[in-house]
């Protein structure tokens, strides 16, 4: 009896899981449907489901809009920051773990920067990159508008605070006994942080850096106000298609595919190492 009482309730329950995931699948169904799509069968209504797939779509991205310079770019600037961020992020957190820096304050200052939306700080941004840029400084390290560093230094501002705020509760959750252990053995500072406490933090450390790299992927704003064509990136590069004579619908389904297919890859490869790392810590002994 149990069983059949329970059998309505799993079938509810997987069914709304369906649902749910079918919600948030389809968009990016219907993307991949129209990128297939030819012009003809695109703006029609009701909706075409029975089409001859193209490919002219993807070639008119690659081909005429040079859309892989765009993802050359996404992925220099996306790496490095991440890479940055990362560093910076492991160094300030363990330092608010282990030694309380500021009592809380700075902490709470450091993670409330992020509540702070980026159209308030574009134009400033805009105008120190392009003084700045004008400079042999800024000239050497790229910081000009239009250029690699101004972005790098831009997603490294704005994505730090939210890795050290993820970051310090992985270093809080790791006992302070294995790093006076390490001490002990004659280990400096420094070589129980790499050594002891970095490999301990991996977990976290991956999390922090996938969630970097998506948010540096697919962001748009300062992408959009700081580069012409130069340092472009995807998002640049899927509005490009919106023209003064109309929206490119097929092309510019087939340029967001092709924006979203290496993430959606890269966090599908990731997602055994994201769930342990987002779980890390959450049952203490």
């Avoid at 042999?136 to 050290?164: E, K, R, T």
């Avoid at 790499?194 to 948010?215: D, H, S, Y």
């Amino acid at each position: 009896m149990h069983e059949k009482r329970s059998l309505p309730l799993e079938v509810l329950r997987y069914g709304l899981i369906v649902l749910v995931i079918g919600f948030f699948v389809f968009p990016i169904f219907w993307m991949v449907l129209t990128s297939l799509k030819p012009d003809d069968a695109i703006m029609v209504s009701p909706p075409r489901f029975l089409f001859t797939p193209t490919l002219e779509n993807y070639r008119h991205a690659i081909e005429d809009k040079n859309f892989l310079f765009y993802i050359r770019n996404t992925l220099i600037i996306s790496v490095i920051s991440t890479v940055f961020v990362v560093i910076l992020g492991s160094l300030a957190a363990y330092s608010f773990a282990r030694y309380n820096v500021g009592d809380g304050h700075l902490l709470f200052f450091i993670l409330s920067t992020k509540m702070m939306p980026a159209i308030a700080v574009i134009l400033p941004f805009f105008l120190i990159f392009r003084e700045v840029g004008k400079t042999g400084f800024g000239q050497f390290m790229h910081l000009g508008l239009d250029q690699h560093g101004a972005l790098i230094l831009s997603y490294v501002v704005f994505n730090l605070p939210f890795a050290i705020w993820l970051l310090v509760s992985f270093f809080q959750d790791i006992p302070r006994e294995l790093e006076h252990s390490a001490r002990l053995d004659g280990l400096s500072r420094l070589k129980v942080l790499r050594k002891v406490t970095l490999p301990l933090a991996a977990p976290g450390i991956a999390v922090t850096a996938v969630f970097t790299l998506i948010f540096c992927w697919n962001e748009f704003l300062f992408a959009y106000i700081l580069t012409r064509k130069t340092a472009s990136t995807v998002t640049v590069g899927v509005e490009s298609f919106f023209t003064l004579q109309g929206i490119l619908w097929g092309p510019v389904a087939a340029a967001a595919t092709i924006a979203v297919a290496p993430m959606l890859v890269f966090v599908l490869a990731m997602q055994r190492y994201m769930v342990r790392g987002l779980t890390f810590g959450a049952v203490r002994g």
